[in-house]
């Protein structure tokens, strides 16, 4: 009989490590194809499978899509000379910013087909709206003469956030529970965050060097997207206390960008043999 004395041991270590464990998740992968791109990032999706995002042209000019179904539909702010999309909640609205000729960039609301300016009253260097919640509640960045920072927009006002010793702030995601989800640049590279309240929870996948994060859903997972000692980037998914890895088979460079309630993930990878950033979506494999 073989002792067992000592697996026991072992397992029993592994149930009291408090450090949450990076485990592999299966992903059934397909493209999202928008006609005639060059590059295709999609940045949102929401529960009823409505996509935002981002797709260069021949002549490399950003253009915004929303992917319903088959429709795919271009988003231009008539405020700029281009336009980039990044979320999308439940109802369709997307949020993003445009370009402006020979100055810096405002942040929009696209709502109901109608666009609405959100830029930060004190800013001096440009607004991005990245993240939107089912609230129409509204986070990005901003910059003035400090520096970078991130921002919560409810409508009529706009509250500063800077993550702890940061030098640049970003916030890049917000739930239906107005968790919000952060990156955070010092002189010690990359840091990622969750603000719950006014409290900050740092974000690490095991074993990377650095991790970048991204959207969060209304139960708390969270998108992201992590680098190995070789700066190879990857995909990852925080469900609970728990990272989930996940690589599109089908290239290299995976990033996770978002997750909506029923596990359905969007993010970007490059093909095998090509350099062009290409989009995808992926559902968990049952």
């Not at 529960?47 to 929303?66: K, L, P, Q, R």
């Not at 609205?93 to 300016?117: E, P, R």
Request: hydrophobic share 40%; glycine share 12%; proline share 3%.
């Amino acid at each position: 009989m073989k002792d067992t004395s000592a697996w026991v041991s072992i397992l029993l270590a592994l149930a009291l490590v408090s450090v949450p464990m990076a485990i592999g998740q299966t992903y059934k992968f397909k493209n999202i194809e928008i006609p005639n791109a060059q590059s295709t990032t999609p940045f949102g999706i929401n529960d009823s499978g409505v996509i935002s995002g981002n797709y260069t042209d021949s002549s490399a000019v950003t253009h915004c899509f929303m992917v319903s179904g088959r429709t795919i539909t271009t988003i231009t702010d008539p405020n700029g000379t281009s336009t980039s999309c990044f979320g999308i909640n439940a109802f369709g609205d997307v949020v993003g910013f445009y370009g402006v000729l020979n100055s810096f960039s405002n942040g929009f609301i696209y709502a109901n087909g109608v666009f609405t300016d959100v830029i930060v009253p004190t800013a001096t260097a440009g607004t991005i709206a990245y993240g939107i919640n089912d609230s129409g509640l509204v986070v990005g960045q901003f910059s003035d003469s400090n520096g970078t920072h991130g921002f919560l927009f409810n409508g009529s006002t706009y509250e500063t956030l800077n993550a702890p010793g940061a030098d640049v702030t970003i916030a890049v995601g917000i739930n239906s529970n107005n968790l919000i989800t952060l990156q955070s640049v010092n002189s010690g590279g990359v840091s990622s965050w969750v603000l719950n309240g006014s409290h900050y929870t740092q974000l690490i996948v095991p074993g990377s060097v650095t991790t970048a994060v991204h959207s969060i859903n209304n139960l708390g997972e969270i998108a992201l997207s992590w680098f190995d000692s070789s700066n190879q980037e990857h995909g990852a998914v925080r469900s609970g206390a728990r990272y989930f890895l996940i690589d599109d088979p089908a290239g290299t460079g995976t990033g996770i960008e978002t997750i909506n309630d029923f596990n359905t993930i969007i993010g970007k990878y490059v093909p095998a043999g090509g350099s062009q950033a290409q989009g995808f979506e992926g559902a968990r494999a049952r």
